[in-house]
Nanobody, 123 residues
Framework: VQLQASGGGLVQAGGSLRLSCTASGRTLSKNGMGWFRQAPGKEREFVAA????????YYTDSVKGRFTISRDNDKNTVYLQMNNLKPEDTALYYCAAYRGGYYTTTPTTVNSWGQGTQVTVSS
């Protein structure tokens, strides 16, 4: 499966962006999906995830109340709506497909990675 992420860009603090990640090659309707991010000089960290049916979501504390993850299985696409962005959200954002129908916060349980889309938030 190939994951194609898009929607990143440069935005001022307080602004919004919507990331999209579309899978090709096979359906991911039975896989948990997530977003991770990696800032320069830092390790890749978990941001948000959604279960295969969309009914369960989980967020890292720093984005709770600002980011929303969702999915459209008919379009084989997962989204990350990011509001009230902060400079510390600046990173390369990766979408991820988990091996099973749910998720964890550890990158080692990810089966497939997208290529990354850059998000830069200016102060």
């Amino acid at each position: 499966v190939q994951l194609q992420a898009s929607g990143g860009g440069l935005v001022q603090a307080g602004g919004s962006l919507r990331l999209s990640c579309t899978a090709s090659g096979r359906t991911l309707s039975k896989n948990g999906m997530g977003w991770f991010r990696q800032a320069p000089g830092k390790e890749r960290e978990f941001v948000a995830a959604v279960s295969w049916h969309g009914g369960s979501t989980y967020y890292t504390d720093s984005v709770k109340g600002r980011f929303t993850i969702s999915r459209d299985n008919d379009k084989n696409t997962v989204y990350l709506q990011m509001n009230n962005l902060k400079p510390e959200d600046t990173a390369l954002y990766y979408c991820a497909a988990y091996r099973g129908g749910y998720y964890t916060t550890t990158p080692t349980t990810v089966n497939s990675w997208g290529q990354g889309t850059q998000v830069t938030v200016s102060s």
